[in-house]
Each structure stands twice: as structure tokens, then as C-alpha cells.
């Protein structure tokens, strides 16, 4: 294939053989010319056939030319493609200097097709310089032909090395017929990398001194007074090369396989099942011809291979089928190999299944080991656990006992001491009995510690919820403390935002026994200001309240270094403070594990000097209880409504004067929350009698002096002093008295009596009835009076003579006939003759004990006729008390029995209407 263009300078033709081959003939060499100018002229394409003898042969060819402009940047050109036939139309052998007719049969349809992935290049340069691009060679590395055309081809991502190679290799080939041929790559930028095979071909070889521009010159090879030029197809390489590198990749992958494969400890085979007892192996592993070789008694194993033809047990054989088939992952031990296998099985289609079969012999082993160590562990664990529950149980046993012999003792002498002061002892006598009786309680107290907490240890406490008001329940545990709060002038604040009517499931009697313990600790520690009692409900939802109650005082507070044993049994700050203040430290340790018991928990903060703040958190849920069951909580209820009814004309002022800001600050929040207006003063001068008529002055006993009742009656001021109000004052006992048109308001403030008190100035005195018992204790029973329990007959069942005394001196001052017997068989023979309302009956008796001739009661004497039963026990752990009604008996009291417990216990259950 020839190119022609025109000359810049004339209409001559100047001829650059870009291929050659085709000598000796001027005959072809004519015609050849013809056509190309006329197709220079024309600027349209043109095809011709003709012959021509060649070497003494006659051939045939076809001659096609084309006029175009982009070979060479606008130039007229025209290319020619020459074609040769022998006369027995075989085609010829292409000269190595001649380019395939497909690419003119390309170039036909477009010229910037045709030379596909061309360039032409300057060889003499060391980089390598393009003089002209196609389209296909500017796709190829996605760049626009003034990017690719008179730049370096190491712009174009080859490397330099490379292209100087290429040069130098180029200059050598100058006139040569064969192509030079490159495979490479280039790592173009925007292309990504590119695999090339170039064949470059040498087209020019002009005398540089005929009339060429200067532009022909560029790039030329000048070589004895001539211009050399190359062009180069260049095929794209880079799918191929990636399919390749594919290839070779998973050739590596799969030789890597393979390795793993033939090292690998493990069985890997492919099977396919023909039947239950044939297989076909598709693939076998070196671990697993190993073994089939062995199974098969060392006949060689090949692929495709079946258990038949090497000999193996149809019995074996059924036996991996059915592993393979219907199991993917099953443990399996063969006879033949000796060996335990994990086979992991998997269908991959054609009845054919991939199985792996792993040998875990050694891992049987130690399961094996292992399952007989822990059976023998478990077998220890039992022995273990039945010495400990006997640990338990004679531990159990012991407390019981020892709280029995401890309480009995001390039940007469609280008792006795309680009978003393029944005959008003004066003077010295007084003191004494006194002392004797606040030296037993706080004895009963450390007992009562020890004796929790070793039930707690023991797993033995066990919370026995029932309902109960929980304002009611909290507010009353300041009572308990009140009287010693008042011997060291300490005021005690109770602040709550609990609504009234709330009742809750909860164990009264833990409960309170954990406000208690951080109240009287509290005051303890505390030798001047107050201590505060908060309750707060945190979250409420339908089923349940969370609770938060905290105990601050302004004591002597807990040293850095002493607050990490804080809930440590048998402990304290300091051994001083054991000196000073007494106690066993066993208080709080139980606090918190009752309050853990409870779900909740007890943290603290405190300052060395200034006080100390205990918070208590526990959820409780709410009783199903309602409301109109319990009437004192709803009386409280309709007060507070019928308060928060008053209008504001209707309202008067309060005024509050107390020397203590804290509950200042309290009775001011929670009568605001009502709709009062408060005044706070903290000295009574401030007071003045600038108020209306009806104000209420609510005032501290500290801070009164006579003149300001005068003043309250005068200005008609309705006066409520509140102090320590002795009983000796008057014979009602009642915390809300009146005293010449004032009223006197006992200390502690509880809200409930403030509320009825208001209830009372706005409207009017109330007849009241007799406080209910709570819901905790309530069991259905009216109340009755002491003088209602004169004609009851009670049987006490008591083996020690000093308990019998005691008891018996305390049912004689309620005016209570009373027999007495000292064991089980002796109460039976005295309910033959007698019918009694009320049995006092003591757990621990000889010859019958008190839970057996209940059991023989309930079984033989009918439940009309039968007496109510109570039992007397020293042993205070909740099993016994669980026992004892299970039996039979209604109740229980522990030692050491006090007669206002024992006088409510009877009116509890004896009703009037009995006889």
C-alpha cells in the first residue's frame, strides 16, 4: 500500500513507497501512477483491475485508491492498495514488507479507521517523538490527538528505557522488509495500563535533497543523504494480557489449592452414591487415597475409581452413604479405620456430594476425659452441697437455739420490768427500773442484729409483703426515735412527696426496720440541728413506684478513710466512736443487704464535721387494694381535697416560726402546694399583729411565750404551738390537743395531723372515729376495748416458770382469766374440760412440742369450736414463722413478749360476739 500526497511547492507528485516489493515492472508501475493521480485530482476513489507479468509468471491485480486529508494534517493524499492473485486465483504469499488487504478494506470505509491503532514515530530521538496518531490510537489511551501527536511517548506512560531501546532498534531496521515487533505496556494515566503490541514498519527513504518542507523533515532518520521513516500497527493487548494474568492467577490459586489439598491431614473427597453400598470417587485427596487404599486392602487407588471395583465392605460403604446423604455435619466412628471423624458433607449437584472428614479421635478423648471429670465434679458438688446444707441446717439449728435461750431469759426481765412500772414507781426506783429496761431493749437490739444477719448470710431472711399505706409506714418510723431526739434537742423533719392514697406490696416490718436504723444512727451522731427525713416517688408506672428515701443530718459526718467500710459488719469509723456512741456496727451491713433483698440499694455521701446524707432506693409494686378499704387513709384523702377546694378568700394566711429553717422550709413548700400563703420567721418578735382575723400562726414551743397567746386571742389568730408534748399533760395521749381555744400539735410534725387540724379551723370540729388498724396488720377483725377482754379465757402454754409468771401477771393486770400449762400433752387434756377463746402457745415445749398439738388441734377439734392459736417463740427466723401458720396457728409473737404487744395481739383476735 502506497501513500501520495501533493507537494506544497506545485502540482508534481511526489511518491513515498510505504510499502514495497513490486519490481520489474513498468507496466504496473503505469498503471499504478494513473490511478493514484487521477484520484488526486478527482478527490474520489477509484478501483482497477488488470495484469501483468511478473517474474516470469502472470498475475492478477486489484488496485483501490482513496483520497483523503487526515493522514498528514490536511495534506491531499491518496492511498493505494495493491493486490495480487497468481492465474490459479491462489492468493500470493504477502511480501514481509506488504500490509494485509483488510486494513485498506477498512480503510475504504474511513481513513481514520483504516491504519488501526497507528503511529508514526522519530526513532532518532531518545524519547521517542509521535509525528501522527489515528483516532483508534487516541481511544486506546483516551486522549485527544493534540495530546498524543509531537509529544514524547513517555508522556503517554511508557517508560524511558523502553523507548530509547525502541529507537536505537528502529535505527537499525532502516530499509529492512520485516516488521520490528514490540509487545509492552504503558501505565497512562487516564487509560489505567495498557498491554501494546507494536509492528513497526520502515516507509520512507527520500534523498534529502530533493524539495521537501521542513515539516517533512521533523523526525526524519538522515542516514547517507536520506530521510527514513517508520509507522506502527499496534494492536490492544490489554483484555488478553487480563484474561492471562486471570488465568495464570487461578492456575496459581488452584496449584495452591492443590498443595493444601494433598498436605492437608484432613479426608477431602468427591463422592457420588450410586447406591447404598457402591460410591464413585471424583476426587480424592492424598490423605483420603491413603485411606481408601487402606480400606480396600492396598489395591492402588485412581480417579474414578468405585467402592465395587476396589473391594470394600458394602457394610462400610452403607455407612458413609448414610452419613453423606443425610447429614451435614455429624461425629461418626469407623471400625475399620479405628478413628472418630467429623463429617462435614454438602451437595453440589449430579448426586454428587463434597465431603470433608476430619479426625477428631483425640478430641473423643478429651470430651471422654472431660465428661468423666465432670460427672465426678457434680458428685462432689452434691457431697459438698449436702455437708453444707448440714452446715446450714446445724447452724440454723444453733441460732434457734441460742435465740431461744437468749430470749427466754430476757422476756422475763423486760417483762418483769414493764409489771414494775405498772405499780408507778417514784424517786430512785423509777431511775433504776429505768435503766434496767433501756439497757434489755438495747441488748434485744444487738441480738436482733446478729440474729439478722446471720439469717442473711444464711439465705434464711425471706420478705414477707403485705399492704400497706406507704406514707403512713415511713412518717411513723419518726416516732420510734422521736424520744431521743428530744433528750438532745435535735429536730426531727419529715418532707414527702408521696401521695396519700398510694398502698404498695411491701414488707412493713424490713422496711421499717432500715429507716429506723439510719434514723436512730443518725441522731446518734448528730449533737445538734436536724435530721431530715425525705421520701420522693422517682417513676411511676401502673404496675410499680420507685421509691428514694434519704436520712441527712448535721452530725459529726465519716472521715475519708473510713468510708470505704462503712457497710462492713462488725465495724465503725472509729474505736472511739464505739466508745462514745456504743453500738456493734452490724446496722448498716444489714441495711444494705435488706435494701439488696428488696431490689434497691443504700449509698451515701458525707462530709468529715458537717453531716451526713444515706439514700435508700427500692421499686415497689402497687396493691390491688382499693382505697375504700382502708378509711383512715381515706379520710385523709377527702381533707386534703376539701383544703385544696378553698378559694383563695377563703384561705388565710399562715404564718410559720420556727428556730428551725429546715422544716420552716418544708411546712412553706407543702402548704404553698395547697394554695396558702406563707409568712417564715424564725423569732416570734417577728410576728406582729399587723394580720388578719383567722390567721393561723403556726409556731415553735421554743419560741412561744405567754404573751403571744394573748395576742392570738385578742387579734383572733388561730394559735398552733407545736412541741414535746409529755402525757402527763392531760389523760387523752392524743398527738392534736386543745387548750383554751389553741391548739397544741406534738413533735414530730406528721402532715396528717396538720391537715386535720386546718380541716378543723376552716371547717369545723369533726367527730373522728378510732384509728383502724393498718392494712399490714388488719386480717378482717374488728377492734374492741381493754374492758371488752374481761370475760375471755385464755390458755398460756409455757414451759419456763419465770415466762409463765411474767405472762401470766401481764394477762391478769388486762383482766384476763388465764390457765396455765407447760407442754402440748397437758393443753390438750385442758381443752377437753374448757373452751377457750385464745391460746398462747410456746414452740418449744417437752414431751409436745407447741407445733405438734397444734397439728393434732386442727385435726380433731372442728374449726367452729376450735380456739384461736398464737405462738410464743424465741426463734425469729422467717421459716419458723412460715411453719407455724401452716399448722394452724393465726399468729405469732417473739420473745421477749411485751404487754402492749401482747394486749394487741388478743384484742386482735378476740371479737365481743364470741362465747
Known amino acids: 500500500m502506497d501513500a501520495i500526497n501533493s507537494s506544497d511547492r506545485g502540482d508534481s507528485l511526489h511518491k513515498r513507497h510505504l510499502l514495497t516489493g513490486i519490481r520489474n515492472s513498468d507496466h504496473l508501475d503505469k498503471c499504478f501512477w494513473d490511478c493514484v493521480s487521477n484520484c488526486l485530482k478527482t478527490e474520489k476513489p477509484l478501483k482497477k483491475q488488470f495484469e ?97 501527536t509531537g509529544v514524547w511517548l513517555e508522556s503517554l506512560g511508557f517508560g524511558i528505557e523502553q523507548t530509547y531501546w525502541w529507537g536505537q532498534q528502529l535505527v537499525k531496521h532502516v530499509g529492512a522488509s520485516d516488521p520490528f515487533i514490540i509487545e509492552n505496556w504503558a501505565d497512562n494515566a487516564e487509560a489505567g495500563r495498557r498491554y501494546i503490541r507494536c509492528s513497526f514498519y520502515y516507509v520512507d527513504s527520500i534523498d534529502r535533497n530533493t524539495g521537501l518542507s521542513e515539516r517533512d523533515k521533523v523526525g526524519a532518520v538522515i542516514r547517507d543523504d536520506h530521510l527514513y521513516r517508520f509507522i506502527a500497527i499496534s494492536a490492544d493487548l490489554t483484555n488478553e494480557m487480563i484474561q492471562k494474568e486471570q488465568v495464570e492467577e487461578t492456575n496459581r490459586i488452584n496449584q495452591l489449592l492443590r498443595l493444601f489439598f494433598d498436605t492437608s491431614p484432613t479426608l477431602m473427597t468427591v463422592l457420588e452414591p450410586v447406591d447404598d453400598t457402591t460410591l464413585f470417587y471424583h476426587f480424592a485427596n492424598t490423605k483420603a487415597a491413603q485411606a481408601i487404599e487402606y480400606l480396600s486392602g492396598g489395591k492402588p487407588f485412581t480417579i474414578g475409581s468405585n467402592s465395587k471395583e476396589l473391594g470394600i465392605s458394602d457394610d462400610h460403604i452403607r455407612m458413609w452413604v448414610d452419613a453423606i446423604r443425610h447429614h451435614s455435619v455429624m461425629d461418626m466412628y469407623d471400625p475399620v479405620l479405628g478413628e472418630w ?30 465428661r468423666k471429670n465432670q460427672e465426678h465434679l457434680e458428685q462432689m458438688v452434691q457431697v459438698r452441697t449436702q455437708e453444707l446444707n448440714c452446715a446450714l441446717e446445724v447452724k440454723s439449728r444453733f441460732l434457734a437455739t441460742m435465740s431461744h435461750e437468749i430470749r427466754t431469759p430476757l422476756s422475763a426481765i423486760i417483762g418483769t420490768l414493764e409489771l414494775l412500772f405498772l405499780k408507778s414507781p417514784q424517786g430512785e426506783m423509777k431511775e433504776l427500773l429505768q435503766i434496767g429496761k433501756t439497757c434489755a431493749d438495747q441488748l434485744l437490739i ?61 414488707d412493713g416490718v424490713r422496711l421499717r426496720q432500715v429507716i429506723i436504723n439510719l434514723l436512730g444512727n443518725a441522731v446518734k451522731f448528730t449533737s445538734k440541728g436536724h435530721v431530715l427525713l425525705k421520701a420522693r416517688t422517682m417513676e411511676e408506672t401502673e404496675e410499680d413506684v420507685q421509691v428514694e428515701i434519704s436520712v441527712e443530718d448535721t452530725g459529726i459526718g465519716i472521715s475519708e478513710e473510713f468510708k470505704s ?171 392534736v390537743k386543745m387548750l383554751n381555744g389553741n391548739f ?139 411453719k407455724c401458720l401452716e399448722v394452724g396457728m393465726k399468729d405469732t409473737m417473739t420473745k421477749p413478749v411485751k404487754r402492749e404487744q401482747l394486749y394487741q395481739t388478743i384484742k386482735r383476735w378476740c371479737s365481743p360476739k364470741e362465747t
Not at 82 to 107: Q, V
Not at 641 to 666: A, D, F, G, H
Not at 792 to 811: F, G, T, V, W, Y
Open 446 to 506: 444487738i441480738i436482733n442484729d446478729i440474729l439478722d444477719l446471720s439469717k442473711i448470710e444464711a439465705g434464711g431472711l425471706v420478705l414477707d409483703e403485705q399492704v400497706y399505706c406507704l406514707e403512713s409506714l415511713i412518717e411513723s418510723c419518726i416516732e420510734v426515735v422521736s424520744v431521743q431526739a428530744k433528750s438532745k434537742d435535735i429536730s426531727l423533719v419529715h418532707d414527702s412527696n408521696i401521695d396519700l392514697s398510694l398502698l404498695v406490696n411491701v
Open 52 to 148: 501483468s507479468p511478473i517474474e516470469g509468471q502472470i498475475k492478477f491485480y486489484s488496485l483501490r485508491c482513496k483520497f483523503t486529508r487526515t493522514l498528514v494534517e490536511g495534506v491531499p493524499s491518496v492511498l493505494a492498495s495493491i493486490r495480487g492473485k497468481k492465474h490459479d486465483h491462489m492468493p500470493r504469499a504477502p511480501s514481509a514488507a506488504s500490509l494485509d488487504e483488510i486494513y485498506f478494506l477498512e480503510l475504504s470505509q474511513n481513513v481514520s479507521e483504516l491504519i488501526s491503532q497507528t503511529i508514526m514515530y522519530d526513532p532518532t530521538s531518545k524519547d521517542m517523538m509521535s509525528l501522527h496518531a489515528t483516532a483508534a490510537w487516541c481511544k486506546m489511551f483516551k486522549q485527544s490527538p493534540d495530546k498524543v
Open 565 to 735: 467500710i462503712v457497710f462492713t459488719p462488725f465495724t465503725q469509723s472509729d474505736f472511739s466512736i464505739t466508745r462514745k456512741y456504743g453500738g456493734t456496727g452490724l446496722g448498716l451491713s444489714i441495711c444494705k443487704r435488706i435494701a439488696q433483698l428488696m431490689g434497691g440499694d443504700i449509698s451515701f455521701t458525707s462530709r468529715e464535721g458537717y453531716g451526713t446524707q444515706f439514700t435508700f432506693t427500692v421499686r415497689l409494686k402497687r396493691a390491688n387494694t382499693a382505697m375504700s378499704e382502708d378509711q383512715d387513709r381515706q379520710e385523709m384523702v377527702e381533707i386534703l381535697r376539701k383544703l385544696k377546694t378553698l378559694n383563695q378568700e377563703e384561705k388565710k394566711r399562715i404564718v410559720i416560726c420556727y428556730s428551725c429553717p429546715v422544716q420552716s422550709s418544708v411546712l412553706q413548700r407543702r402548704l404553698e402546694a395547697l394554695g396558702f400563703t406563707c409568712d417564715v420567721h424564725t423569732r416570734s418578735e417577728d410576728v406582729g399583729n399587723q394580720h388578719a382575723s383567722g390567721t393561723v400562726i403556726l409556731m415553735d414551743e421554743r419560741l412561744h411565750h405567754p404573751s403571744m397567746r394573748e395576742m392570738c386571742t385578742e387579734k383572733g389568730y388561730k394559735l398552733i404551738i407545736t412541741g414535746h408534748h409529755s402525757h402527763d399533760d392531760d389523760d387523752t395521749g392524743d398527738d
Open 744 to 882: 397544741k400539735l406534738s413533735k414530730p410534725v406528721r402532715w396528717g395531723n396538720v391537715l386535720r387540724l386546718l380541716h378543723t379551723i376552716y371547717f369545723g370540729l369533726k367527730e373522728t372515729k378510732a384509728p383502724e388498724p393498718s392494712l399490714g396488720e388488719r386480717r378482717g377483725e374488728r377492734k374492741v376495748t381493754e374492758t371488752e377482754l374481761t370475760d375471755k379465757k385464755i390458755l398460756l402454754a409455757e414451759d419456763n416458770p419465770l415466762n409463765q409468771k411474767i405472762i401470766s401477771r401481764m394477762l391478769q393486770s388486762l383482766h384476763i382469766d388465764v390457765d396455765i400449762v407447760g407442754d402440748g400433752v397437758q393443753v390438750i387434756e385442758k381443752l377437753k374440760e374448757t373452751r377457750y377463746h385464745l391460746i398462747l402457745m410456746d414452740c418449744m415445749m417437752p414431751i409436745m412440742g407447741g407445733i405438734e398439738c397444734t397439728e393434732y388441734i386442727t385435726q380433731h377439734i372442728p374449726e367452729e369450736t376450735r380456739p384461736v392459736i398464737v405462738a410464743l417463740t424465741a426463734d425469729a427466723f422467717e421459716e419458723n414463722t412460715r
Open 341 to 370: 471423624f467429623r463429617i462435614v458433607s454438602r451437595s453440589i449437584g449430579s448426586n454428587r456430594y463434597s465431603c470433608v472428614a476430619t479426625t477428631v479421635t483425640h478430641l473423643k478423648s478429651l470430651e471422654e476425659e472431660l
